[in-house]
């Protein structure tokens, strides 16, 4: 089992790691020093689309809230003009000519 473990040599040079895979003996990929891999970009990558999406998920929530409160407030107002007299006719668009 032990032969399954990928290999992981350091250059003496330049610092650079160069993973070996055991069985087909060639090598996986390299890392050169403070270089991130393309794995860690795409990670990287990943949590800020992620953190993107969400803050505009937020915002759009907070949004919706808003524009609720908003909507609720002028049903109150209207259904308290509505209440102060009841015998008076709603307006309507023949009213206006």
């Known amino acids: 089992m032990s032969n399954d473990r990928v290999f992981e ?3 003496g040079c330049c610092g650079a790691t160069i993973h070996v895979d055991p069985r087909t003996r060639s090598v996986y990929f390299t890392e050169k020093p403070g ?3 393309s794995f860690e970009q795409r990670v990287e990558k990943a949590k ?3 953190a993107r999406k969400s803050q505009e998920a937020f ?3 907070l949004q919706k809230s ?3 409160d908003a909507l609720e407030k002028l049903f109150r107002e209207a259904k308290k003009k509505a209440e102060a007299d009841p015998n008076e006719r709603p307006p309507s668009i023949w009213d206006y000519e």
């Open 9 to 11: 040599i350091k250059c």
């Open 66 to 68: 808003t524009d609720k």
């Open 35 to 37: 270089e991130k891999s």
């Open 59 to 61: 915002e759009e929530n």
């Open 48 to 50: 800020e689309g992620v």
